[in-house]
């Protein structure tokens, strides 16, 4: 490649026009750790307006980027070297492709004229994020860096969005390229077929206990009004997926609760009554048929492509289009006048909604984990945000966690990592600096990723953290009570919270009482020069008492 080898200082390098793309693309932020592959890349974002985030784990940025796509639907960039970096990358990448996060990796590689030679740090990386990416590409020749650029942000973000992924050798990075930005196109609307919307409406008219079960796709294709006005016009229940939490609000008397527990909870009491279930942006990979498909019943599926199918799933009708339009389309002519009220299924919802009071009045120190997401939603405006990460406490937040707006409450319940939370808070912090973000987390999860609070500190994000201590891996330990009705393996040992927290310059807290919680978590709000880190002990004994409650009742 002779041809591309940089000769005059006014030509570009591969590198160059690789961050021009990026421009090209919208993007402000990329996250990640430069190594020796990359260094091209690096000086070339050095002399960008695009801002450089450091972090302390490439695990860290991936998760940045993810929930950084998540909130703007733009996909969000992170980099790496390669072997050990690229590697590091792949938890979050497989994160944001099985979520439906748009999310651009990158990596550096070994020359291109090594790669079919044993060599220090290579790995066929195209080959490794090819199953965990909608699309994985080597820049193999400098004059397709941008076309490479163009389609992995167009995978990235089209419909189902996901991750993909761009590896560049560090020979092609330094040579000069002729290419140039592509231009970006906005695609089109896609509308659903005519046909289907009449038989969609037909099937809802004639239902008699319909139930709509909105997943992670109304939240990505912006639905929610749509929603609610399906369901406060036509009064069907609205059931949503973790990932679908605040499509419609919790205090709407349409608004059921969250399948998708492990737990048979009161929630499938509802779909025992219903005879229809509307999937609106439902996705199978966020809740299984499986939980909830407890009888025969005809399905709508309203989404913006179509569904996967199992043996449980198989629509009758398939709405496939611009979520928004379809639902409105088929309001058109659905009628529901002469059908009697839901009590049945309204029942449900005010079942789980006393359950949760209830059990939120506890005083009791370790506190219970309703108490402790009450408090949290008392001092969470509607518009602010929590980030979960995965163990038992995110089953809580699922469930429990009142939730008023789409995109406030970011459950991963796809890939469902641990280590998400601390990173995912800190991008969405970035997003939307002038909203409270709250990442709660357990403590095994929080040491996942804890390093990543000198990240918050040397930015200047100042993210709450409220850690769930218990000293167990603490979903596994439930399942393993409930399987086994003993342990093993499950317990480990913590550092004092509070002295790490300010080891990294945070603010740190230690909460002694149920009393404590609130003003704490407003103390810890009010800082605004540094991240806080707030750990309270919570009684997990809840999970085996949730679990004996619904054994009581369904026997399973």
């Known amino acids: 490649m002779a041809e591309f080898e940089k000769t005059a200082p006014n030509q570009l390098s591969t590198a160059e026009v690789l961050v021009e793309c990026l421009k090209a693309e919208g993007v402000k932020v990329v996250f990640g750790i430069p190594g020796e592959e990359n260094l091209d890349l690096m000086f070339a ?15 860290g940025a991936a998760f940045m980027a993810d929930v950084y796509g998540r909130l703007t639907g733009h996909a969000g960039v ?8 690229a590697t590091n990358l792949v938890t979050g990448v497989a994160d944001a492709f099985l979520d439906g996060a748009p999310l651009v990796a990158i990596t550096g590689q070994v020359s291109s004229e090594q790669m079919q030679l044993t060599s220090h740090q290579y790995l066929d990386l195209s ?3 090819s199953p965990i990416t ?5 820049v193999m020749r400098p004059d397709t860096v941008a076309e490479i650029c163009r389609l992995a942000f167009k995978y990235a973000e089209a419909p189902k969005p996901g991750s993909t992924h761009i590896d560049l050798p560090k020979n092609v990075a330094h040579m000069s390229s002729p290419a140039r930005p592509l231009r970006k196109q906005q695609p089109p609307k896609l509308y659903a077929d005519p046909a289907s919307v009449i038989e969609a409406a037909r099937l809802i008219s004639e239902a ?5 079960l909105a997943g992670a796709g109304a939240v990505r294709g912006d639905a929610s009004e749509a929603v609610r006005s399906m369901a406060e ?3 069907i229940p609205v059931v949503q997926t973790m990932m679908g939490k605040g499509v419609i609000p919790t205090d709407s008397p349409w608004r059921l609760g969250v399948v998708g527990i492990p737990q048979h909870d009161y929630i499938i009491d509802a779909f025992d009554e219903a005879d229809l279930v509307i999937g609106v942006g439902y996705d199978l990979i966020e809740c299984a048929p499986t939980k909830w498909h407890t009888h025969p019943m005809k399905i709508v599926n309203i989404a913006g492509l179509p569904a996967d199918v199992n043996q449980l799933y198989e629509p009758d009708v398939e709405v496939t289009g611009d979520l928004s339009d379809s639902i409105y389309q088929i309001l058109r002519t659905a009628r529901r006048d002469d059908r009697p009220e839901p009590t049945a299924m309204l029942e449900v919802g005010r079942r789980l909604r006393e359950d949760f009071d209830e059990l939120a009045e506890s005083d009791a120190y370790p506190m219970k984990p309703a108490r402790i997401l009450k408090d949290v939603r008392s001092v969470m405006g509607r518009h602010d945000i929590l980030v979960s990460d995965v163990g038992a406490h995110k089953i809580w937040i699922g469930r429990d966690y009142p939730c008023y707006e789409p995109r406030t409450c970011l459950i991963s319940n796809g890939f469902a990592s641990m280590g998400f939370s601390v990173p995912g808070a800190i991008a969405a912090k970035l997003v939307h600096p002038e909203r409270r973000v709250l990442a709660v987390t357990g403590d095994g999860g929080f040491m996942m990723n804890s390093q990543e609070l000198e990240t918050a500190v040397r930015e200047h994000v100042p993210i709450v953290v409220l850690i769930w201590e218990d000293e167990h891996y603490g979903l596994i330990r439930w399942k393993e009570e409930e399987q086994f009705g003993d342990t093993f393996g499950v317990g480990f040992s913590n550092p004092d919270f509070k002295a790490y927290a300010e080891a990294m310059h945070c603010h740190g807290y230690e909460v002694t009482s149920a009393a404590e919680l609130i003003p704490t978590l407003e103390d810890a709000f009010s800082h605004d020069d540094a991240p806080s880190v707030v750990c309270v002990r919570v009684d997990y004994s809840e999970n085996m008492a949730l679990t004996e409650r619904m054994r009581e009742r369904y026997g399973k």
């Open 78 to 85: 992170c980099l790496a070297t390669l072997g050990p970096g």
């Open 127 to 129: 080959a490794m994020f």
């Open 208 to 212: 008699k206990s319909p139930i709509i």
């Open 233 to 235: 016009r036509l009064h």
């Open 45 to 59: 974002l050095k002399h960008s307006d695009i801002r450089f985030i450091p972090t302390r784990h490439e695990q």
């Open 134 to 138: 909608k699309r994985s590409k080597v």
